[in-house]
């Protein structure tokens, strides 16, 4: 980076730094550190829910993710709207009511102790493997700046935005993710604007359209019908539904953003904001990487985008490095001379761009398992796209001021994981009595959470798109979490025991399902939340049948 992106970037972190250290000051009472004194007013509430979903994997993978697959990822927020509709009529006003740190205390006073911790526990567990995830999307910016370990990356970074977070708790997070997120809509937007203005060779932007397009890359709605189609209108409506209840109904992460609302109605209006804005603002992150395949169609682009490992694995395998290297440069060749026929409208060249495109798509994936064959385990270069992009065909300043950005978009997603962590592990698992221990306790416990998500961080860097690992990994677990929230509020006669035990039938079928590749992974939310109503309900009418059938005593 010039000396211009260095001092933007530096200085943009620095001062997010400070300003959390600033606005967290003040934080004396379990209440401030945990809740931030319920003060948050409903605009605080909406960035902060947009901003803890929003992590640096929206913004570094989503365009990732729509340059490989295409946009149809955009299916699985078709469900969320309506999930916040139900949430702020049920959970926000029932959570407010009972005056709640978590929203498993809810489960204590419903059912019982072990159900409050069981269903705590699945939170943890979930939580905590995905804020790992979510600290290594950061590191992989600081790595190749630095030219870095990116183990070594993953320490620094994780480190870094705990300063803040371990001082002013709810507050801290609360006002800066406020503060971080404006500043990244506003980048993002200045990036996509930017790369429409520098389409080459007078290219407009329904030229970009028609040559994604013809790539595959529009594919925003599938209608067919199939459980393992991982995106389509039915997994999306459907499976993101039960997905974005859980998630933004049980999940601390989440509920610890609402419950900072002055009032109901700032809840409220809060959540119903995030559910109108959410699919646009991600339509847009999408159009971006499916706009760089038009791009990469008329400029010369790389076949691997993760430059230093493509150095690595050349260095293991020259010759057949050398190999894929020439006949990349003339599949590349022929895919910029088929869409610039298509751009000129010459007869036939849209077959012929498609061939080309995909001799191109299936070279990448040569590569990548070339480079899997050498020993190295980031044989995905999906988060490299945009990277690459921002590194190599953006300004000087606002190259800086992106990799801040995906830095704080990652900031702002980690403090709350590690403010939601540490909050359910002293409120649920220690207990609370709001005094000045409490507060230590947090303390230890957003350490103790920290170095957890640093140690799984670093098993993030064998895996692949990002975004659909974290959002795999949280549909292990949702399901059955919200389950049990529905069994609390629609099945009466159920008792902590048998919601508990439900619930452990329902993580079990789903772990089955997810392990023989039964559905795509949005669908798991379906199966675990109706497992463990259709449990519980069963159950509950055995033990009601069974109490019947015994003698009554005489009095």
């Known amino acids: 980076m010039s000396t211009l ?3 933007v970037f530096l200085t943009t972190l620095l001062g997010i730094v400070l300003y959390g250290l600033w606005r967290g000051r003040g934080s004396t009472t379990a209440d401030d550190y945990l809740r931030a004194g319920q003060a948050m007013p409903w605009y605080s509430v909406l960035l902060g829910v947009m901003a803890t979903q929003a992590s640096a994997i929206t913004f570094l993978s989503a365009p990732g993710q729509a340059f490989t697959d295409g946009m149809r990822f955009v299916q699985y927020y078709f469900g969320l709207p309506l999930a916040m509709i139900v949430i702020s009529v049920l959970f926000i006003p029932m959570f407010r009511r009972l005056n709640v740190f978590t929203a498993y205390e809810f489960l204590e006073q419903r059912f019982d102790r072990r159900t409050r911790l069981a269903t705590s526990v699945l939170f943890l567990l979930s939580r905590g493997l995905s804020t790992g995830i979510s600290i290594y999307a950061p590191s992989i910016i600081v790595a190749t700046l630095l030219d870095w370990n990116i183990y070594a990356t993953n320490v620094v970074v994780g480190g870094l935005l705990l300063v803040y977070t371990l001082s002013g708790g709810a507050r801290s997070v609360a006002h800066t993710q406020t503060l971080m997120f404006g500043i990244i809509l506003a980048s993002m937007v200045a990036a996509g604007v930017y790369l429409v203005q520098g389409f080459p060779n007078a ?9 994604s397009e013809l790539a595959g890359k529009l594919n925003m709605i599938t209608t067919t019908f199939d459980l393992h189609d991982k995106y389509n209108i039915w997994s999306g409506v459907i499976g993101g539904f039960f997905l974005a209840l859980s998630y933004f109904g049980t999940d601390q992460s989440q509920v610890g953003r609402f419950i900072t609302g002055k009032n109901i109605r700032e809840s409220r209006i809060g959540l119903l904001v995030n559910g109108l804005v959410k699919i646009p603002m991600q339509y847009g992150i999408l159009l971006i990487g499916a706009l760089l395949v038009a791009l990469y169609s008329v400029v010369p682009g790389p076949i691997f985008f993760n430059e230093s490992v493509a150095q690595r694995a050349a260095r293991a395998d020259s010759a057949t490095a050398q190999t894929l290297h020439r006949q990349w440069d003339a599949a590349n060749t022929t895919l910029m001379q088929t869409a610039n026929d298509v751009l000129q409208h010459e007869q ?23 480079v899997k064959s050498t020993g190295i385990l980031e044989s995905n270069d999906t988060n490299y796209i945009f990277l690459y992009y921002v590194r190599t065909m953006l300004p000087a300043g606002l190259i800086g001021l992106i990799f801040a950005v995906v830095i704080m978009a990652s900031w702002g997603s980690i403090s709350a ?10 409120v649920d698992l220690r207990g609370i009595t709001n005094t000045d221990s409490d507060i230590r306790a947090a303390r230890w416990h957003t350490l103790m959470w920290a170095v957890f998500g640093i140690i799984m961080s670093m098993l993030a860097t064998q895996m692949g798109s990002l975004i659909e690992a974290v959002n795999i990994l949280g549909s292990l677990f949702y399901g059955p979490i919200l ?17 508990f035990w439900s619930a452990v039938t329902a993580e079990s079928i789903v772990i089955t399902c997810w392990a023989l590749n039964v559905v795509s992974f949005l669908w798991l939310n379906v199966i675990g939340a109706l497992a463990v109503l259709v449990l519980a309900l069963v159950f509950s009418s055995l033990t009601a049948l069974r109490s019947s059938r015994l003698p009554k005593q005489n009095p």
Not at 203 to 211: I, K, R, V
Not at 417 to 426: E, K, P, Q, Y
Not at 483 to 498: D, M, P, S, T
């Open 348 to 370: 036939g060249a849209d077959v012929a761009y498609r061939a080309a495109y995909d001799s191109t798509t299936r070279l990448r994936a040569q590569y990548r398992t070339f």
């Open 5 to 7: 992106d260095w001092g």
């Open 417 to 426: 994981g590690f403010h939601s962590l540490a909050t359910a592990s002293v």
């Open 203 to 211: 290219m407009t932007m329904s030229d970009a359209l028609l040559l």
């Open 483 to 499: 389950g049990i929230f529905l069994v609390a509020f629609l099945i009466k006669r159920a008792n902590g025991q048998v919601t």
